[in-house]
């Protein structure tokens, strides 16, 4: 059963990560595996099986894994991230690329696996232009 629509926005703030945590470290360790949920065709991640109430992401990327795994490693290394921090991961982390800002969040605390979505401009994390100038 999903969870009821949230009736406050989520809070997105860019955090430093807790102490002791290198984030090159983490960086190695991620990988970005993808979700059915943001996709309208077929991509690396399966079949497309979107969520009625997901952002869809660009087809372009469902052949680029290598690149969005770069972007998330990248995000984090810079310290792009936020959220809780489970199994040694941050829960989310931001990527910009042109125009458009992703979000990876965190699927498998386990393994550091992420899953990545488009953020509308007034759901960006405050002040993410001056990580990527």
Not at 34 to 53: M, V, W, Y
Not at 74 to 88: S, T
Request: net charge positive; glycine share 10%; aromatic share 12%.
């Amino acid at each position: 059963m999903r969870a009821p629509k949230r009736h406050r926005p989520l809070r997105r703030k860019i955090a430093s990560p807790p102490e002791g945590i290198r984030l090159d470290t983490v960086a190695r360790k991620v990988r970005y595996i993808g979700s059915t949920e943001h996709k309208n065709g077929p991509s690396f991640a399966g079949l497309a099986r979107p969520r009625a109430d997901a952002s869809i992401c660009d087809q372009r990327l469902s052949s680029m894994l290598l690149t969005v795994n770069k972007w998330l490693k990248k995000a984090i290394r810079k310290g792009v991230v936020g959220g809780y921090w489970e199994g040694g991961f941050p829960r989310y982390a931001w990527y910009k690329d042109g125009d458009t800002v992703y979000e990876a969040r965190l699927t498998n605390p386990g393994n550091g696996e992420y899953k990545g979505y488009p953020l509308l401009h007034a759901e960006w994390p405050d002040k993410i232009e001056n990580f990527y100038e």
